[in-house]
């Protein structure tokens, strides 16, 4: 599904949407998939606001994570821009986040082996701003 953002009141819209969609889930990938400065942390952000997060902490600058905890729920935000091989990935224990059960939001997936439930791609053009989902199989 292909939704046209140009405003961020429309992204927050969707972000509301998405957030009803998925928040009974327990365990999801998500991989957000877009050139710089397409919109991927302002969607997190919006959703996880609707989730219930009110403490949004922006994309993770000192390690590869943010993780918050709402009641029984864990959701993690990765933005993985900075890794540049699989080999440093693996060393900052990719492995161990995955194995959680949690919510994964991930900017910047390319370097990642696993398959996302959930695949959002953000473009942006002079002339247009727009997101399509993806929900896979589910
Ligand atoms: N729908 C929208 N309409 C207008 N501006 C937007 C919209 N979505 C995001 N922006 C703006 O675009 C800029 C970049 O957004 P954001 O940081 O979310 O991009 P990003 O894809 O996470 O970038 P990066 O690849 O650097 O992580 C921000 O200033 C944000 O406010
Ligand atoms: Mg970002």
Redesign the pocket.
């Known amino acids: 599904m292909i939704y046209w ?4 009141s ?2 927050k819209k969707i972000a509301k949407e998405f957030a009803q969609n998925i928040k009974n889930a327990k365990r999801l990938i998500i991989f957000l998939q ?10 997190v952000r919006f959703v996880l606001y609707y989730l219930g997060i009110k403490d949004f902490r922006g ?1 993770p600058s000192f390690s590869i994570a943010n993780e918050y905890l709402l009641n029984d729920k864990k959701i993690i935000h990765m ?1 993985l ?1 900075r890794v540049e091989t699989k080999e440093s990935l693996l060393n900052m224990g990719i492995c161990e986040y995955f194995e959680e059960n949690a919510i994964f939001f991930v ?2 997936p390319n370097l990642l082996e696993i398959k996302p439930d959930i695949m959002i791609k ?1 473009i942006l053009t002079n002339t247009q ?1 727009s997101m399509e989902i993806d929900w896979g199989s589910n």
């Open positions: 953002v140009k405003t961020l429309q992204t877009g050139d710089l400065g397409t919109g991927k942390t302002t969607f994309s933005d821009y900017e910047w953000f701003r």
